[in-house]
């Protein structure tokens, strides 16, 4: 499975982007996709997940009401709206994919491959 993040930028505080998530190879592998982020000398967090079986979603209490996680199974992508963006969402982002099957959990064990990053920077 090999995954590829798109879609940062920079935007001033309060704005929004929208980033994308294209997976490519084995995908009957993978039941989960989620969105995780790293600012500069912070762990890394996760910030939204999708299930690919029923739909479900799940987000970090920090981006609750204010992003929103969508997949399209034909174009094998995922995608994350960023709306109300905040200096506190910068960071580089990454899609991975897990082939757990379950609701999907924020956690990064499980997820097995990963993408590289897209840099998100939002100005105050």
């Known amino acids: 499975v090999q995954l590829q993040a798109s879609g940062g930028g920079l935007v001033q505080s309060g704005g929004s982007l929208r980033l994308s998530c294209t997976v490519s190879?084995?995908?009957?592998?993978?039941?989960?996709i989620g969105w995780f982020r790293q600012a500069p000398g912070k762990e890394r967090e996760g910030v939204a997940c999708i299930s690919t079986v029923d739909g479900g979603r799940y987000y970090a209490d920090s981006v609750w009401g204010r992003f929103a996680i969508s997949g399209d199974n034909a174009k094998n992508s995922v995608y994350l709206q960023m709306d109300r963006l905040k200096p506190d969402d910068t960071g580089v982002y990454y899609c991975?994919?897990?082939?757990?099957?379950?609701?999907?959990?924020?956690?990064?064990?499980?997820?097995?491959?990963w993408g590289r990053g897209t840099q998100v920077t939002v100005s105050s």
């Open positions: 991975a994919s897990d082939p757990t099957y379950g609701p999907c959990v924020l956690t990064s064990l499980g997820y097995d491959y």
């Open positions: 190879g084995d995908t009957s592998a993978y039941y989960r």
